[in-house]
């Protein structure tokens, strides 16, 4: 594919698209059924329908059964650490290797032209993205999404939690299932906000921002405090009527999601043809920090002054806060 066709690229080989990233119709008023109608593919292909499918899935054929997870044990709960550790590994590293180490697209598509480990850094063990990226991603990340699990599935288990199911709630479920990358978006762009306060991100975010040129390992590379707030959207399932696929489906969201705003292209060539990743607009908070808290799903950013489109007027925009705040801070 010709990317120049669906973008532009600078001096320095960055590449960016020629639209402009658009915030979701759904929270438009008055409501636009068509203009939501035209959105919906996007929303739902490929990502959520592929998480939902893997929460099936897994529930089906690959978790513990009913009965073993209404008691603690050891035994289970590696298994489930087992699995998730495999399921993560093989996920991202069909596109880590194929975009960044076999590095079959080049740059096509790839907002940042520069790859993280053609460049060694102090700031990451063993002065290599990739290797750090394992270390927080395997070490801490996987184990607390996995410690979630068990807590969650067990109160499904034991009944602490109410069950509803898909026989004799189907619409409310549907309903459920189509609105919690929402619930998502709110509950991670509040703790994205809170851990880019001063302390927090000097103690625990600045992790995660190490890797300002983002590939799919470093999607979990972050501080164990993070994690522990980042996955807490599962929680929700606690607290609502729910299932436990959904509970799943909820995990899979943020664990395998996770990557998605890290991938660094734009799209991801299939054939003659590609899919759109959805990327551009967490990488733009890799790369200025401060803005994009949330993904455009719902319209928090704009509200709190904080979005970015990619267009040189929403750069020009930034620019201005920035100084602005560089005025504020230099009069006291």
């Known amino acids: 594919m010709d990317d120049l066709q669906h973008g532009t690229r600078n001096k320095r080989g960055d590449w960016a698209p020629s639209r402009a990233l658009q915030i979701s119709p759904l929270f438009t008023f008055p409501p636009r059924p068509i203009k939501i109608l035209k959105w919906l593919p996007g929303y739902l292909l490929p990502w959520n329908v592929l998480f939902m499918a893997s929460a099936v899935v897994f529930w089906h ?13 050891l035994g289970w709960v590696l298994r489930l650490l087992a699995l998730n550790m495999s399921a993560i590994f093989v996920f991202y590293a069909v596109f880590e290797a194929r975009l960044y180490i076999r590095r079959r697209q080049g740059t096509r598509f790839k907002y940042n032209a520069r ?5 060694k850094s102090d700031v990451f063990f063993f002065k290599r993205q990739s290797l ?6 395997f070490g801490f990340g996987v184990p607390i999404w996995t410690a979630y699990q068990v807590g969650v599935f067990w109160a499904f288990a034991n009944g602490y939690v109410q069950w509803v199911s898909f026989s004799g709630n189907l619409w ?24 880019h306060t001063p302390f927090l991100y000097k103690w625990v975010h600045s992790v995660h921002h190490n890797s300002v040129n983002p590939s799919p390992f470093s999607s979990l590379a972050m501080h164990p405090v993070e994690h522990i707030l980042y996955f807490s959207s599962v929680l929700l399932h606690l607290i609502i009527p729910s299932n436990p696929i959904l509970a799943l489906y909820q995990m899979h969201f943020a664990g395998f999601g996770a990557m998605v705003g890290h991938i660094g292209f734009d799209k991801i060539e299939v054939g003659q043809g590609g899919f759109d990743t959805h990327a551009y607009s967490h990488y733009l908070h890799h790369k200025y920090f401060e803005v994009n808290y949330g993904d455009g799903l719902m319209p928090l950013d704009k509200l709190f002054g904080t979005w970015h489109d990619g267009t040189p007027e929403a750069e020009a925009q930034m620019d201005a806060r920035f100084k602005r705040r560089v005025a504020r801070m230099n009069r006291t």
């Open 61 to 73: 054929f690959l978790m513990p059964d009913f009965a073993t997870m209404q008691h603690l044990a």
């Open 115 to 119: 790859f993280p480990d053609d460049t």
């Open 132 to 137: 750090d990226s394992l270390v927080w991603c």
């Open 172 to 195: 409310y479920l549907l309903a459920l299932g189509f609105v919690l990358p929402i619930w998502h978006e709110l509950h991670f762009f509040c703790v994205h906000r809170l851990i």
